[in-house]
């Protein structure tokens, strides 16, 4: 990618990231290390070239960096450095601002479990979870459930499930998205049934109180 050739903050920023894929591949990072292979299957239409060319120039640039983990694994993995994660809040806001976004999914358009890690990023309020503990299961309606773990004010896509959660949140992808972003008041779901939320009055109240449904933002009229 060639430089913008500003003397911007904005533009030097893009100049590391804005390149297509760069951030989706900085997303997938935050999950903790992953290998080549993880990266490919987590970035749905990546060419392996493009792949090669993204990660080698974030490492280049300080954002990521390779490492190979100890025996008997031995597989080299990328990760994010101090710099990549600087951009947690950058990938949270526009997680937010993206699920106004959203819409209906097209049946051509991928989707990976783990991503709503992503999306609730946008929705999560750090300061109130600094000294809480909390294991929430998003039920999708098809295949396993996504365990979401929150500890110390931090959130992560747990892979596999070693004891029950605190917190069981039953919904569609649809109805998901429609919460995210305002439209659908949450109150409405539960009424409905379009959202089910199980765990005790503590760890429920937790979960709202963590992640609280953001004000639906008004969509921009023409004018002439």
Do not use: N
Request: contains cysteine; proline residues 7%.
């Amino acid at each position: 990618m060639k430089s913008y050739g500003q003397w911007c903050s904005v533009a030097k920023a893009l100049d590391v990231v804005g390149e297509r894929w760069s951030l989706l591949l900085v997303r997938e990072l935050f999950e903790g290390p992953k290998r080549y292979s993880d990266l490919l299957e987590g970035a749905p239409g990546i060419s392996t070239d493009v792949l090669a060319a993204r990660l080698r120039d974030l490492e280049a640039d300080g954002v990521i960096a390779r490492r190979t983990l100890p025996a008997p694994a031995a597989s080299k993995v990328y990760e994010l450095t101090d710099r990549g994660r600087q951009l947690g809040p950058v990938v949270a806001e526009l997680a937010k601002w993206g699920m106004q976004l959203l819409g209906e999914k097209d049946d051509d358009e991928a989707f990976r479990p783990q991503w709503l890690a992503t999306g609730l990023r946008g929705m999560f309020r750090p300061s109130r979870a600094k000294d809480i503990t909390l294991d929430v299961d998003f039920e999708l309606g098809s295949g396993a459930p996504v365990r979401i773990h929150v500890e110390h004010g931090r959130l992560r896509a747990e892979p596999e499930a070693s004891s029950p959660a605190d917190v069981v949140v039953r919904s569609d992808l649809p109805t998901l998205a429609a919460l995210a972003d305002g439209t659908v008041p949450v109150d409405d779901a539960l009424a409905d049934g379009r959202l089910v939320m199980e765990g005790d009055d503590v760890a429920v109240r937790t979960f709202q109180r963590l992640f609280p449904q953001p004000q639906p933002q008004p969509h921009a009229t023409a004018t002439s």
